[in-house]
């Protein structure tokens, strides 16, 4: 039986019936938030598992059961196409929204307006497992837009303060402008070659590679930079994670700028225009963004003072490695200098997703038991936090990139063929590391040292804030102790699946 239908049908249905839930109580609405959640992870591991153990992609028609129409040879139906890496994607979206929504329980239990707050954490994770999961771009764009409105809606969900209604208010202003690039970039694929299936797309682009072609392509990349928060456009993401609730900012930061930037561009780079284009030229762009971002990113978060804000400059400076390995897999396609800094790229999206979501969960529990996230005011916070203060050591030296920890296998592999692609742009992706491990260091020592009047009275908090980090933790660490199988195992599939436009194009329009 093909369970992909139900990836967005147990969200969906779950977000539409928290309201009624919340009639019965909070902590029947907390139960139902969980089991939904819980439900939709175990369909993304089977998706997942489905997809990895027989190496095939999982197609779904909206409506029919082929994708075809009668007559004709090419689809004209709604359709979903899953090949591994929006299995991988997927999985790590309802693995990390379980988390969050676990960790809510007691981080957000002072907040009103709950069944809101529910609802929306759910349609997020619905919008982006929608964008994983879709075969054509005018689905594509609902689910862009259903993840964007919640993360908007999110960001300002305290709306008691100015930082959050402002940061909202950016943050939607700035998703709008990059949702109108990608919608102008849909529209101009659509007249030009009549349809909105990506496989379809692939052939017609492969056998008529027109300028209005390459124009949707300028639109779709300028706007996925947007969502990502590359620089030079990443002024939104530095203000909108902090003011974030911790649980959202976990996700915004280890999900939704991959989603709805990095993975999308990916998928439309391999999967639609593939060969169809000068393929190195548009590699290059991508490297140079992606060398812009991890230095501004890294050495911002360095002089930073509010955790949550260094934590979000550290996000834009990982984007920029993942752009960096993308680049590279772009612009030295079809080499095996490629295919390792493809799998680099995608083996750090799953890393940095499941460290900065225990960053965030850390700066939540700080912020929930003594009230700031200053970190002039922080010092010798470990003595009376040990827990989170260990939670926060493991994430930092695997963000920086030590081993054994999993952040040293992606970055590794970046590194490695960054160094055989160009020499100059691994000088640069070292001296990003640099910045980065000032950062943390800085937040080390402050956590470490003397300590003050502020954390004096500090204590840990509960056990449904310290589970989801412990799993997280544990996930760190077991990821850091077999990179090179997950490498060989997972990440090294995913790239090869990802590069076969061939099959791609064939599970739709050959009616499989």
């Known amino acids: 039986m093909n369970v992909l239908p139900f990836l967005i049908i147990v969200p969906l249905m779950g977000a539409f019936s ?37 190496k095939q992609l999982l197609v779904y028609t909206l409506g029919d059961t082929t994708p075809l129409g009668k007559g004709v040879g090419f689809p004209i139906r709604i359709l979903w196409e899953v090949d591994l890496f929006g299995a991988l994607l997927a999985l ?30 759910t349609v997020l994770e619905l919008g982006m497992l929608g964008i994983v999961i879709t075969g054509d771009l005018f689905n594509f764009y609902v689910f862009l837009e259903i993840m964007s409105i919640a993360s908007y809606a999110l960001v300002a969900f305290r709306n008691d303060t100015w930082e959050g209604i402002e940061a909202g208010i950016k943050y939607m202003f700035v998703g709008s402008l990059a949702s109108s690039f990608i919608l102008l970039g849909i529209a101009l694929l659509y007249g030009q070659y009549g349809t909105l299936t990506m496989s379809y797309l692939a052939v017609k682009i492969g056998q008529n590679p027109t300028f209005v072609g390459k124009a949707a392509l300028g639109f779709f990349i300028g706007g996925l930079l947007f969502k990502s928060g590359a620089v030079p456009v990443h002024m939104w993401l530095a203000d909108a994670h902090p003011a974030a609730p911790s649980s959202i900012s976990a996700m915004l930061s280890g999900l939704v700028i991959k989603v709805g930037g990095i993975y999308a561009l990916t998928r439309i780079a391999f999967s639609i225009y593939g060969t169809s284009i000068n393929i190195k030229t548009v590699g290059w762009i991508i490297i140079l963004f992606g060398c812009a971002t991890l230095i501004v990113g890294n050495a911002m978060a360095v002089i930073q003072t509010d955790m949550k804000r260094l934590f979000a400059f550290s996000s834009v400076g990982q984007i920029g490695y993942i752009l960096l390995g993308i680049g590279i897999g772009l612009a030295a396609y079809g080499t095996k200098v490629g295919d390792i800094a493809l799998a680099g790229a995608v083996y750090h999206i799953v890393n940095h997703a499941l460290m900065k979501a225990l960053l965030f969960l850390v700066a939540g529990a700080v912020l929930h038991q003594i009230g700031t996230k200053n970190l002039n005011e922080l010092s010798g916070l470990a003595k009376r936090m040990p827990f989170t203060s260990f939670a926060f050591l493991i994430g930092a030296a695997a963000i920086i990139g030590l081993p054994p920890l999993n952040g040293f296998a992606s970055k590794w592999l970046i590194y490695e063929s960054s160094a055989l692609f160009n020499p100059f742009l691994a000088a640069v992706a070292v001296i990003g590391t640099a910045f980065c491990t000032a950062a943390y260091i800085r937040v080390l020592f402050t956590f470490f040292g003397r300590p ?18 412990l799993v997280l933790i544990v996930a760190i660490i077991l990821m850091g102790l077999f990179p090179w199988q997950i490498n060989d195992k997972i990440m090294l599939p995913t790239v090869d699946m990802l590069k076969d436009q061939l099959h791609y194009v064939a599970a739709v329009i050959g009616g499989a």
Request: proline residues 4%; charged residues 20%.
């Open 92 to 121: 790590i979206v309802a693995f990390v929204a379980f988390m969050a929504i676990i960790y809510s329980l007691e981080y957000m239990k002072h907040d009103t307006g709950l069944e809101k707050y529910y609802t929306l954490i």
């Open 452 to 469: 003050s009047e502020v954390v004096d009275n500090a204590e840990e908090p509960g056990k449904a804030m310290m589970l989801p980090m």
């Open 18 to 54: 928290m309201p009624l839930s919340s009639l019965l109580g909070e902590k029947a609405r907390s139960a139902w938030a969980v089991l939904v959640s819980a439900l939709t992870l175990a369909v993304a591991s089977k998706v997942f598992y489905d997809v990895w153990s027989t």
